[in-house]
């Protein structure tokens, strides 16, 4: 048995862990392996997801998905190991997933996300949907949001993706440099300037963000004046996402506000 080292993690975690470690520090690590994380959907985005977590070191990842193999996953997904076509998609990718890190616990459940009671998602620290539709993202959103879990969803079509994450209330320091005072009097020259922003003092600023949830991000109404000049800066990405909604609201888009919209229709 590896003994623990002081901080909580084993010297072979360590070792595993040494270059993420380096870049984000010990405290981070620590707080990775103590997570539990639910992801939803197995394809090609799943995938990828699914094994930057597992590298990453979480504590668990269970993989939720009650489809099966298609012949687009046996090219898309690269978890899937050839023959496996018909075979549930989650049970197909888990032993592959679970030799990317066999310190990792890697559950896969067949069953549907929409399946599941309130209570099952409140076993995780984080929750990561893909392939879902608007309505299950919308209400497992607002379960996380509820019970305090990371919620995070996203997809892909193309070259083009969309992802949205709620984090509740979120707090973090941030590094800034360090504003100097400068004495009355002195002339406000190019060496003042400079002197007021020196890049070698910095300081850590407190911050706090409160996410909101996607419900109130998918209800912006794009009718008024104010949100036309907002739609100008929006991506194409945010449409994405509003891709599941009903033809009543595509019509009410303003596209010809849109500047990705109107180099589209030249």
Same mark, same amino acid.
Not at 212 to 232: P, R, T, Y
């Given at each position: ?27 981070? *690590? ?32 269970? /993989?939720?998905?009650?489809? *099966? ?7 898309? *997904? ?24 066999? /310190? ?18 409140? *076993? ?12 299950? /993202? ?35 320091? =941030? =590094? ?24 070698? =003092?910095?300081? /850590? ?51 010809? =506000? ?9």
């Amino acid at each position: 048995m590896v003994e623990k080292e002081e901080g909580g993690l084993s010297e072979e975690e360590v070792a595993q862990y040494d270059r993420q470690i380096r870049l984000w520090g010990l405290e981070a *690590q620590k707080r990775l392996r103590a997570s539990r994380v639910l992801l939803v959907g197995m394809k090609g985005l799943g995938a990828e997801v699914a094994k930057n977590l597992i590298l990453a070191g979480v504590k668990g990842l269970t /993989m939720l998905d009650h489809q *099966q193999v298609s012949q687009e996953d046996t090219r898309a *997904q690269f978890l899937i190991p050839v023959g496996s076509l018909g075979r549930n998609r989650a049970e197909a990718s888990l032993e592959r997933m679970q030799n990317l890190n066999p /310190m990792v616990d890697v559950k896969a459940d067949p069953e549907s996300v929409e399946s599941k009671p309130e209570e099952f998602f409140t *076993q995780f620290d984080a929750v990561c949907l893909t392939c879902c539709s608007r309505d299950v /993202m919308v209400k497992i959103d607002q379960i996380c949001h509820k019970n305090g879990v990371k919620f995070f969803t996203g997809d892909v079509f193309g070259y083009h993706g969309y992802m949205f994450a709620d984090l509740g209330e979120h707090e973090f320091v =941030e =590094e800034k440099t360090k504003v100097a005072k400068v004495s009355p009097g002195v002339e406000d020259g190019l060496d003042t300037k400079k002197a007021k922003l020196d890049s070698s =003092e910095t300081t /850590m600023v407190k911050k706090h963000v409160v996410f909101c949830q996607l419900k109130e991000a998918l209800a912006v109404n794009w009718s008024g004046e104010k949100a036309k000049a907002v739609l100008k800066r929006t991506t194409l990405d945010y449409f994405l996402l509003q891709a599941t909604a009903s033809l009543k609201w595509l019509l009410s888009v303003p596209w010809s =506000e849109v500047s990705w919209a109107r180099r589209w229709s030249r």
